[in-house]
């Protein structure tokens, strides 16, 4: 081997190292090192862009804190969910905006928590064969508006949401308030 080859993987090695390196200390990074903010006796971690909770031993991650999150106000009671037997997930078939990663991320929280999420349609037209809401029993309603509001029907909240974007922090501030950490 000449002197070239020696150097060439010299530096090839030097370089795997320093790259597995980098990646190495991200992942050992201990929660005691980030930086966090103190809400409602919650640790809220940040993560590049995105917040991390700790409840109940388990970590969920969310694209919005919950401080970003304060102009939202929820008219109902969601901690009341958690001990009931099931929540209706509602949406409009065939609506402007498309819920169904919101609708995933309801599902998710509320079956974690022991509740059943059954997904229900607004209207009857273009539903599959699923249950339509009457909001006689707890909910949440997913639709597209004009504005970005949080409102309330009987037993249902209703999310309504000019974008995905928005229906994703109106979805985050409903999920804060299950899991308590907003109120």
């Not at 694209?63 to 008219?75: A, G, I, K, N, V």
């Amino acid at each position: 081997m000449d002197k070239k080859q020696m150097m060439g993987w010299f530096i090839i090695i030097v370089m795997v190292l320093s790259v597995g390196g980098i990646i190495g200390s991200g992942f050992n990074t201990s929660e005691q090192e980030l930086p966090y903010e103190e809400y409602n006796g919650y640790k809220i971690y940040q993560y590049g862009l995105q917040s991390q909770v700790k409840v109940a031993d388990q970590t969920y991650t969310f694209q919005y804190s919950p401080q970003m999150l304060e102009s939202y106000t929820l008219p109902l009671n969601v901690l009341s969910w958690l001990s009931k037997e099931r929540v209706y997930l509602a949406y409009k078939p065939n609506d402007t905006i498309d819920v169904n990663q919101q609708l995933q991320l309801l599902s998710f929280i509320i079956y974690q928590n022991g509740i059943i999420p059954q997904q229900a349609c607004t209207i009857e037209e273009g539903c599959p064969d699923i249950p339509l809401i009457d909001c006689e029993n707890d909910g949440v309603i997913l639709l597209s508006s004009t504005e970005n509001i949080i409102t309330s029907d009987n037993k249902c909240l209703v999310l309504e949401a000019e974008n995905p974007e928005e229906m994703q922090r109106l979805t985050e501030r409903v999920i804060y308030g299950i899991l308590g950490v907003m109120h």
